[in-house]
Structures are given as structure tokens and as C-alpha cells.
């Protein structure tokens, strides 16, 4: 049972259902680092929950479990990345663990509230090819924020389920994992997003070479991409010589295409993005103006400065004088009581006076 205030009780809501057979589901929670994957594992699994290394890194790995409806859910708890390649070690575990066997569904955590960066992931996941739902965690920032994400138009770009969470208030929970459950094996349009005539036709050659090597390949256009982008894992295990189509690295044009539909997204999703939100962009752009700014910033220091010696100077003739009577009320009432000289020596020049 949860303590404190928190009304979503994990270990009744999720634990009611106790059918024969089961089915397990296991399912990964990925997203950049404070989207709130954790709270949101937390929110589900509760207490109940295993913290390890991954398999020869120092990387935690939590594992959690519950039942809900007819699935046990088997969640994992992924560090926080931006990104796939294979720079750092969170990465790496991460996209070993999205491509083996060992996931069903990955959930995509995403901050709804910083939605460009956060999309930026969520693409790289969809070429990767697994199962993926998006979690628009932090949805109550954005209504506090009076912003509107388009819920029809976005799954509607991305070819995936959407589904607006929080995880602080627990709301969006049960639709989340109910989503969760139908998505096993459902895969991903890879061709989400298109890049440049150059690289989609460097792409279709090298998934032409990979193909005739394996027939069976499993996304060819992930290692397709991977390989364009130098990246140095997937070239180490490449299979067939691609030196001829990789002439340099594409990685700068694929990250900068990305971005470039991520911005037409937003532009095409997110509706009321200036409304009541910005008032402290607007009290910014005031204080950091060309011209303005360094003015401003010099009158308010004045205001400062001016204040501490005029008010500043009467609110401390003030103070000085209700101290004063304080302390004299104070030592006629330790006289009363018979006090020593020492004591009232220590209450009234040492505590009082300090
Ligand atoms: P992680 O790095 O992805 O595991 O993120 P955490 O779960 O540690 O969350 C990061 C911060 O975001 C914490 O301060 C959370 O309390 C806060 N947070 C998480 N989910 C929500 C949410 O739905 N709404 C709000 N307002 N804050 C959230
Ligand atoms: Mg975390």
C-alpha cells in the first residue's frame, strides 16, 4: 500500500484480477533523462521492485512487475538517453536491450512539455523497428500551461499509439498499459520519416547489399541508417563491404533532417504554444533586450541599493526598538522568577542580543 496522500493504490488496482493463465508481457520504458520514467515505473510497480546491474556495466538496471486485467506486465526501467548511437554506455545497453528478444513493448516516456527534444528519440525508436507506444508523460504541465497537443494528428504523423500521461498524477495509467498489451508485435512504419533523395538512395543500396547477404534481416533500414551514420558498432559487425555507398559519414544530415520534421511536426501538433505559458518568456525578453536590457538590469541594482539604505534603515530602527523592549521584558521577567545574573546574562545579551 502507498503511504502518505497518494490516492492511486498500486497494490489493489492492479492486483484484482486473478485469472488461470496469465499472459506475460515484457516491456521496456525508455526516454530522455528526467521525462519521468521512474515515476511512472514507480506509479505501476510500487514497492515491488528488483535494482541490478546490467550484464557487465555499472548501468542500474530496475525491474519491476504487476498484474493487471489478464497479463502480468514485466517492466524495465532503461537509463535516460537522447539518442541511439553507440557514444555512451547508456546507449549501448539500451539499444542492445531494445533490439534482443527479451522486449515486447517499448514505452516511449516522453516530456510533453519539451516535446522538440523529446521527439527526437521517439523517431529513432520508430526506425529501430520494436514495438513502440508513446507515453506523453507531464500532461499536466501542459494544461496548467493552457498548450494543446493535437492527440488525433500526432499518432496520426508518427504511425503510433499516443497517449497523454501523467505520472505524477497518476492519470492516463490504466489506457497506458491497456494500449500496451494490443501493441505486441505490431511494428513501426520505419518510413516515418524521409530524408534526402542522396541518402534514401544510399540507403536502398545498402539494404539491396544486406538483403542479398541475408534474406531474413530484420530492418535493414535501421542498419542502413546506423551505417551512414559511422556508427562504429554496426560497422564493426557489418557483414558486407559498403565502403563504395558510405563515401563520409551522414550523421550531421540525418540528425539535421530529423529536426527538420520534428519542427513541421510541432508546428502541425501543438496548438495554443504562446497562450498564458509564456509569461516568464515575456518577462525574458523584456530583461534580456539589446538595448534595454543592461538599463533595466542597473536600475533595478539602484532600486536595490536605494532601498536598502532608506527603507532598509527605518524597517532596522524598528526592529532595533521591539528588541529592545523585548529583552527588557524579558529580564524583568527572569528577575521574577528569581533567575541568576548568569542565566539572565546568557538569555538576554547572548540568545536575545544574537
Ligand atoms: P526519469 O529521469 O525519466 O526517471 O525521471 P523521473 O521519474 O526521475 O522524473 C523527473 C522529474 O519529473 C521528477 O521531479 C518528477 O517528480 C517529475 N515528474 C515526473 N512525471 C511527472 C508528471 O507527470 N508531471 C509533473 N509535473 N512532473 C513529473
Ligand atoms: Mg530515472
Redesign the pocket.
Known amino acids: 500500500m502507498s503511504a502518505g496522500n497518494n490516492s492511486y493504490d498500486k497494490g489493489n488496482r492492479f492486483n484484482t484480477y486473478n485469472t488461470k493463465e496469465a499472459k506475460e508481457l515484457q516491456v521496456g520504458f525508455v526516454?530522455?533523462?528526467?521525462?519521468?520514467?521512474?515515476?511512472?515505473f514507480n506509479a505501476y510497480t510500487g514497492a515491488q521492485l528488483k535494482v541490478a546491474n546490467w550484464p557487465g556495466v555499472t548501468v542500474e538496471k530496475k525491474e519491476g512487475a504487476f498484474k493487471y486485467h489478464n497479463h502480468i506486465y514485466k517492466l524495465v526501467?532503461l537509463p535516460?538517453i537522447y539518442s541511439l548511437t553507440s557514444y555512451t554506455i547508456e546507449e549501448k545497453v539500451s539499444r542492445q536491450y531494445i533490439l534482443s528478444d527479451e522486449v515486447d513493448v517499448i514505452v516511449d516516456?516522453a516530456d510533453a512539455s519539451n516535446l522538440e527534444r523529446n521527439l527526437y528519440l521517439t523517431l529513432q525508436l520508430i526506425e529501430m523497428g520494436k514495438p513502440v507506444v508513446l507515453a506523453l508523460?507531464?500532461?499536466?504541465?501542459i494544461e496548467e500551461r493552457g498548450m494543446e497537443i493535437d492527440l488525433h494528428r500526432l499518432p496520426e504523423i508518427l504511425e503510433i499509439p499516443v497517449i497523454p500521461?501523467?505520472?505524477?498524477?497518476k492519470t492516463g495509467l490504466d489506457i497506458l498499459m491497456h494500449t500496451v498489451s494490443h501493441h505486441k508485435g505490431v511494428l513501426p512504419n520505419p518510413h516515418v520519416v524521409v530524408y534526402s533523395d542522396l541518402i534514401e538512395d544510399k540507403i536502398i543500396k545498402i539494404e539491396e547489399r544486406l538483403k542479398a547477404r541475408d534474406p531474413d534481416i530484420y530492418n535493414p533500414r535501421f542498419y542502413a541508417i546506423k551505417l551512414l551514420e559511422n556508427d562504429l558498432d554496426i560497422m564493426e559487425n557489418c557483414p558486407v563491404d559498403v565502403s563504395d555507398i558510405v563515401d563520409r559519414s551522414y550523421e550531421t544530415d540525418i540528425i539535421n533532417q530529423k529536426y527538420d520534421f520534428i519542427e513541421e511536426l510541432i508546428e502541425e501538433v501543438l496548438v495554443n504554444k504562446q497562450e498564458k505559458a509564456m509569461l516568464t518568456d515575456k518577462v525574458d525578453r523584456i530583461l534580456t533586450h539589446k538595448v534595454f536590457g543592461i538599463p533595466i538590469f542597473l536600475g533595478i541594482m539602484g532600486l536595490v541599493f536605494l532601498l536598502t539604505f532608506t527603507l532598509g534603515d527605518g524597517i532596522k530602527g524598528v526592529f532595533e526598538g521591539w528588541l529592545e523592549s523585548f529583552s527588557e521584558g524579558a529580564a524583568d521577567a527572569l528577575l521574577a522568577i528569581n533567575a541568576g545574573p548568569i542565566l539572565t546574562s546568557l538569555i538576554v545579551d547572548g540568545i536575545i542580543a544574537g
Do not use: H, Y
Open positions: 526516454g530522455n533523462p528526467n521525462s519521468g520514467k521512474t515515476t511512472l526501467d535516460g516516456v508523460n507531464m500532461m499536466d504541465i500521461v501523467s505520472a505524477r498524477k
